[in-house]
């Protein structure tokens, strides 16, 4: 790679632990000054002047285009939106031609893609970073929102950590995408993650490979469970997360994932059957249906679920900070 190539953000990995850590305090730095002066600080406001980001997105969104688009706006540039029939994108032409081309043009590409090699060969063919705003493999702004989501209560500006060693998420549901990356996050903040999945959906084995090579980056990185059977994922859990049982590209398989999960709903029962820690908090990335949490748990005094979408933009504000301003350089804007 030559000096200038640009510094991608595809996955949690690509970040240390004390880089991850950094995201995630840059975030709640810019929530806190932010929501209290009601304004953009004048030097994030002009950070990305002049300047164009391409947001490409082959698949729907809400929280991940409202948060990315106000992220490049809250930094002075212009977000262009790309849906899947706007551009030749993997159509017309393919992913070599449309990256130099958007890259010749932009600050940077932020793409949501279904295989995760199509966001890769964007990023291996691009002059300037790409964020990956889902792949079927990882989601990783999601992540460094989830992980605000979770520490932003202890958060106190003199401590360099994020204070959430020791901690236990509970994972019951699909082994997806944004769990691989959660995973790959918890093991590099020496979180503990247990997951538990129906028989035949369990974590593919390379995955479990490239959370492991996660835990070895950190000091003491956390470790990973994995069972078949919700209650001991849920044993001594502080923090309980689900995600959809079908993802996008997954809806042929419906009917055969919603009979595979049975069971697997989140629901106050099988907290307390689990023996879950007292003051447990449920996390869902959002979109939700309701067979996979039930509406007592998703609305309830337990849910953190609406902080952690508005988290959303807190993280991508702070991605693009650290992958488009100031190119890969992630240092404390504090
Ligand atoms: N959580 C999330 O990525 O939501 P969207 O699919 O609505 O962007
Ligand atoms: N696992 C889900 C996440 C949506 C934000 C999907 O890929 O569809």
């Not at 106050?268 to 003051?279: D, F, I, P, Q, T």
């Not at 509406?295 to 849910?303: A, D, M, T």
């Amino acid at each position: 790679t030559s000096p200038f190539a640009p510094r991608h953000l595809l996955s949690i990995a690509d970040l240390t632990p004390t880089e991850l850590t950094t995201l995630v305090r840059n975030a709640h730095h810019h929530k806190t000054i932010i929501k209290s002066t009601g304004e953009v600080p004048t030097s994030l406001r002009s950070a990305l002047a002049g300047r164009t980001v391409a947001l490409t997105f082959s698949k729907r969104s809400t929280r991940t285009r409202l948060s990315t688009e106000g992220a490049v706006v809250a930094l002075g540039g212009h977000p262009m939106f790309l849906g899947k029939d706007d551009i030749q994108l993997g159509v017309n032409e393919d992913l070599y031609d449309t990256s130099v081309v958007m890259s010749s043009m932009t600050s940077a590409i932020v793409a949501r893609v279904g295989p995760h090699a199509d966001v890769a060969d964007l990023a291996q063919h691009s002059s300037v970073p790409v964020i990956n705003a889902l792949s079927d493999l990882y989601h990783p702004m999601q992540i460094v929102a989830d992980l605000l989501t979770i520490a932003e209560v202890n958060l106190s500006s003199s401590s360099s950590s994020l204070g959430l060693e020791g901690m236990r998420i509970a994972w019951v549901g699909d082994a997806n995408n944004v769990l691989f990356d959660l995973a790959i996050g918890a093991a590099k903040l020496g979180i503990d993650v247990s997951v538990a999945t129906p028989k035949g959906y369990e974590i593919p084995e390379e995955m479990r490979g490239v959370i492991d090579q996660a835990a070895a980056t950190a000091p003491q990185g956390g470790k990973l469970f994995e069972t078949n059977v919700p209650e001991e994922a849920i044993k001594n859990a502080d923090i309980i997360v689900t995600d959809t049982w079908v993802s996008m590209g997954q809806e042929e398989e419906t009917a055969k994932r919603l009979k595979a999960f049975e069971g697997f709903q989140i629901t106050s029962e099988l907290v307390k059957r689990g023996g879950a820690k007292e003051n447990w908090s449920f996390m869902h990335c959002l979109p939700r249906h309701p067979e996979e949490v039930s509406e007592e748990v998703f609305k309830g005094p337990h849910s953190v679920v609406y902080r952690e979408a508005e988290n959303r933009l807190w993280a991508a504000i702070s991605v693009l900070e650290g992958f488009v301003v100031n190119k890969g350089h992630i240092t404390s804007s504090q």
